[in-house]
């Protein structure tokens, strides 16, 4: 007779949960609960409030938590809205009002938006055409796939494209003769899908949901005002033109590194596109549809039409028999409900910040350290930092928002500063992710072979510092004209 292993009382191993006790998450577990025991017993900041240095200590305990023990991101953000009710540093109708103040809405509509052009052929048709037209120039072809990658992204959900795209390049590399770990443009290429995608993901707030639905909400919620939050015409007023100021040299920053040279690389007939293009057919109806769709949920809310209204009904026509383009029970099973979790709850973080005291003592020891700071060094700080963090703490892009927003938002209003347009391009730069090969966006395409690790780190950090300066100096200038003072 077989022995039968007992299941254990407890799951050490994560035979339940998939999710075994390693000595990382022992130890991350152990010091973030570490922290909050300290500050709440000793109590140091008890001249801001008799929460505050609970809050502070719930605070640190649970970006540390984020960023270093591997949980899932929905299960973190669970435990911050009931721990933070349990030690009373809100009240559970702050949790419940999160669903509607949050943007969730409109972060669920326009994933699901963007879900339905993965059920058409619509990018692969515009990867033959680009690639029949400039395949016989490698280098502009690198350039132009980079561009084409990040328009798309605009619309379309970043790790889609970067799926897509890697795969398809993946197949006309190999066909051109390029060899994985050899080819200088194979490398370029597929650093730049990663690249671009995210770079496009800012271009508009659609263009990546999680990411800029998160920086918002860190930002509104940490200053207890959604009326800062910036609508997606003024958005668009200061993303767009960073985004076709940037995109270009961001793009050639990884060619000139990497010394890509049309002598050296292999070509494809045109022919060869032609017959992909022939495989896919005349343009369908599901393309058409979802391009119509697209369009008119970006014009809809540039014309300042509700957004979260906006995102839901597009989302629901995306699905509905005869005008949809995708099942529904597939685009919903796409939808990211950890992240949309964590959109919703982990803005509390923003209020344990702003309802205790703790505000005021960040801002009282920061305050003095800037002196005179200008709006647009203010700007460009904030853009900067949060590009050097989010690269730094690789895979914790929730938990460095909440720091950065968290931290910035409070100040700005303190100073006198209008936090709308000033932490615009923070936010952009919680999508400047690429520089480091470790990063699980990246990585989506490393088991293709044509980089190695450390080949994104210093042509990324160049790209990701262009588009932060860039992108402030744009916000600092337009913003006014659009009707974003600099000033409260």
């Given at each position: ?197 995210s770079a496009g993901g800012m271009a508009l707030f659609s263009g990546s949901p999680t990411g800029n639905a998160a920086a918002v909400s860190y930002m509104t919620s940490a200053i207890g005002d959604q009326s800062y939050a910036p ?31 049309d002598s050296e690389c292999k070509r494809l007939p045109r022919e060869y596109y032609d017959n992909l293009l022939k495989e896919l057919g005349p343009v369908g109806g599901s393309e058409i549809r979802w391009v119509i769709i697209v ?135 919680a999508s400047f992710y690429w520089c480091m090969g470790v990063n699980q966006y990246v990585q989506i395409n490393k088991e293709y072979g044509w980089w190695e690790m450390k080949d994104p780190i210093i042509p990324g950090l160049i ?26």
């Amino acid at each position: 007779m077989e022995n039968v292993q007992r299941d254990a009382i407890l799951d050490f191993k994560g035979t339940a949960t998939k999710f075994p006790v390693t000595k990382k998450f022992t130890i991350s577990l152990a010091v973030s609960v570490g922290i909050y025991i300290i500050l709440a017993l000793t109590n140091p900041l008890a001249a801001y409030g008799e929460m505050a240095s609970k809050a502070l200590g719930f605070f640190i305990g649970a970006i540390i938590f984020m960023v270093t023990s591997g949980v899932d991101l929905g299960v973190i953000a669970i435990l911050v809205a009931c721990l933070g009710v349990t030690i009373g540093l809100f009240k559970w109708g702050t949790v419940s009002s999160r669903l509607g103040a949050s943007q969730f809405y409109n972060m669920l509509g326009m994933i699901m938006v963007a879900c339905g052009c993965e059920f058409t052929p619509l990018g692969r048709r515009l990867s033959y055409h680009i690639l029949r037209k400039f395949g016989q120039k490698p280098v502009l072809m690198a350039v132009f796939i980079g561009v084409l990658a990040a328009t798309l992204s605009a619309f379309v959900s970043n790790t889609a494209i970067i799926i897509l795209f890697s795969a398809i390049m993946n197949g006309m590399l190999l066909a051109m003769g390029e060899e994985p770990g050899k080819s200088k443009l194979g490398k370029v290429i597929m650093l730049l899908i990663p690249l671009c995608s995210s770079a496009g993901g800012m271009a508009l707030f659609s263009g990546s949901p999680t990411g800029n639905a998160a920086a918002v909400s860190y930002m509104t919620s940490a200053i207890g005002d959604q009326s800062y939050a910036p609508t997606y015409a003024q958005w668009a007023s200061v993303s767009v033109p960073t985004f076709v100021i940037c995109i270009v040299p961001a793009i050639l920053v990884y060619i000139f590194w990497f010394k890509v040279k049309d002598s050296e690389c292999k070509r494809l007939p045109r022919e060869y596109y032609d017959n992909l293009l022939k495989e896919l057919g005349p343009v369908g109806g599901s393309e058409i549809r979802w391009v119509i769709i697209v369009v008119t949920m970006v014009a809809l809310m540039m014309a300042g039409v509700t957004g979260p209204y906006v995102a839901m009904f597009c989302a629901a026509v995306t699905v509905f028999p005869v005008v949809g383009v995708a099942p529904a029970k597939e685009v919903i099973k796409k939808a990211p409900w950890s992240a949309l979790l964590a959109i919703c709850l982990l803005p509390l973080l923003g209020n344990v910040v702003t309802d205790t005291g703790l505000n005021k003592w960040i801002s009282d020891i920061i305050t003095p350290l800037l002196g005179n700071i200008s709006p647009f060094m203010l700007c460009l700080l904030a853009a900067l930092l949060m590009a050097v963090l989010i690269n730094l703490l690789v895979n914790a892009m929730m938990g460095v928002q909440a720091l950065v927003m968290s931290i910035m938002a409070p100040l700005c209003v303190s100073l006198g500063y209008n936090p709308t347009i000033i932490l615009l391009p923070a936010a952009f730069a919680a999508s400047f992710y690429w520089c480091m090969g470790v990063n699980q966006y990246v990585q989506i395409n490393k088991e293709y072979g044509w980089w190695e690790m450390k080949d994104p780190i210093i042509p990324g950090l160049i790209a990701a510092v262009l588009i932060a300066v860039v992108s402030a100096v744009v916000a600092c200038t337009l913003g006014p004209i659009f009707g974003m003072s600099l000033y409260l």
